[in-house]
């Protein structure tokens, strides 16, 4: 214990250096960084320990409590730092954790203090458990609800970092994110509906042809996740909207963006399935397949490229995707907001747009000519970061008259978290299970598409790792068994871990500025929980 180096930080967790363990907890001690970690089962019940501590012993705590340490020139993250003080006080194993959270206190118990920066962190688990009894005198399971009110009754029972963790936590729970979005989408999915079937009956009188479209759309659409949409609802929260009827038509309008992009996204990378079905251009190919009377093998009568089911297909779909565009402006001008809010709106869609599309551009270039790491990442910056989690949370956010300082912290959260979101893309595009992604995993590779993690392995493979990727990536001719090439040379080369970790650098700022965005407790932790879905995400 005493010979225990732990990391200190500022009030903003910002690292300031090394120190021992006794000068940290002596006199006025050293602010230095701490964490919590409280275990939910499947049932919401809360492991809570009393726990045996040269510092407030005997008070009821958290599942399990320590710091982050400093060994063998190495400093332990905060989930290392919770599987070890997890196993060494409750024998229990790894458990996935969260940061939901932190607080600055300092507390003194005789000689000693505790002067922390300490991180709420929690998890998930309803294995056995194994109370060291050198570590804890007794455990007991309670639920969440209980637990937070027998704090405020008999708080001179807990530990007081336990007291501070549990105001922390009020309005958390473990499955915060789906309860919110299964909540929102209840809603939104009605309104969706009625607003296509509108859509459906007044385009009728042109042709059954041109109401197609909008069933097509309709069936697009709805196979997404709605989670942009959802978060055009978080951000419109966060300066105070409550109406959540005002805001779905632009919710719905951000969906409609979102389709817009892949419909022309999946042309642009010949990608034949997305969302688990055919692409929108191969839907309408099949109109005039080859069994088709109308299909020709060389409707280009110059080049004789195409036949007409492929160019039929891709042509209408570049029209449904521009019809998604024009309406999900009008889904804005015919909202209930004011003239002036409106204009704002329309303003910051367009913008989304625009960097989307200036992305793309890069995209498509940099799929043919070298680029540096600074080059590929300005690409994730303007093509997830910024229409994936900026766009929608700022639209939101100004419809409900945010604070300046709110959107840029919303500005900063969307960029880290955006970009993170990206690399995860990169990951599953390789590693991912197709049937569970709902989308091909060999798009990108056919494409030869610069990702941050192509680009990162084609710097650290080496030999004849380096001369395989360099023949498959971009072959239109590979196949499944390349691709599993593809995946091991990255593992090799450490690109894989790199990206892992910098993903986990780039959540952690991200939740650093989520206390910038709101005080609201509940809407922190679901603002954490979105940033963790980011990384931990499986399709």
Known sequence: MRAQTLLLVDDHDKFKGYDTYDH???????????????????????????????????????????????????????????????KKEMGIDHVRIENVGAFNYFAKDGGNCENEHCAVLVGKYDGDFKPNNKEVYDVKK????????????????????????????????????????????????????????????????????????????????????????????????????????????????FELTQSFF?????????????????????????KFGPTSPQFRTSFDRQTGLQGVNEHYGESMAIIAGDIAAIELFDLVSNSDFTSDLKILCQKELAKVILETAYGQILDVEYG?????????????????????????????????????????????????????????????????????????????????????????????????????????????????KDLERVGAIITKSGALDWCKRENRRLISLAKKEIGKITNDQAKRALFGQIADFVINRTK
């Open 262 to 286: 892949l419909i022309h996204d999946d042309i642009i990378d010949r990608a034949t399935l997305r969302r688990g079905k055919p692409t929108v251009h191969k839907i309408f190919g099949k």
């Open 24 to 86: 940290c907890h002596t006199g006025k001690g050293k602010r230095h960084r701490a964490f919590v970690t409280l275990l939910f089962d499947q049932g919401n019940k809360v492991l809570l320990q009393k726990r045996k501590h040269r510092l407030f012993d005997g008070y009821w705590d958290l599942t399990a409590i320590s710091h982050p340490l400093h060994v063998d020139g190495h400093d332990e993250s905060f989930q290392e730092a919770s599987d070890r003080a997890l």
């Open 142 to 253: 309670v639920s969440f609800d209980e637990f937070l009110s027998d704090v405020k009754k008999n708080h001179k029972s807990y530990a007081p970092w336990t007291r501070l963790a549990a105001q922390e936590l009020e309005g958390y729970s473990p499955n915060l994110l789906k309860v919110e979005l299964d909540k929102f989408l209840t809603h939104y999915d009605i309104y969706a509906k009625k607003y296509f079937e509108a859509k459906i009956r007044s385009t009728k009188k042109y042709s059954p042809i041109v109401s197609d479209f909008y069933k097509k759309l309709q069936d697009f659409s709805g196979r997404g996740k709605k989670m942009r949409a959802f978060l055009v609802w978080l951000g419109y929260q966060i300066g105070g909207g409550k109406d959540l009827n005002k805001i779905l038509p632009i919710s719905l309008a």
């Open 368 to 480: 043919y000519v070298d680029a540096s790491l600074s080059d590929v990442t300005k690409v994730a910056d303007l093509k997830a970061a910024r229409y994936s989690f900026v766009g929608p949370l700022t639209l939101g956010a100004i419809l409900s008259g945010a604070a300046e300082k709110q959107l840029k912290a919303i500005e900063a959260f969307g960029l880290t978290a955006g970009l993170a979101f990206q690399m995860q893309d990169d990951i599953l595009g390789v590693f991912g299970d197709e049937a569970v992604l709902g989308k091909s995993t060999m798009s990108d590779l056919w494409e030869g598409k610069n990702t941050i993690l192509i680009h990162k392995t084609k710097e650290l493979a080496k030999g004849r790792d380096r001369d395989d990727l360099d023949k498959i990536w971009g072959n239109e001719a590979a196949k499944n």
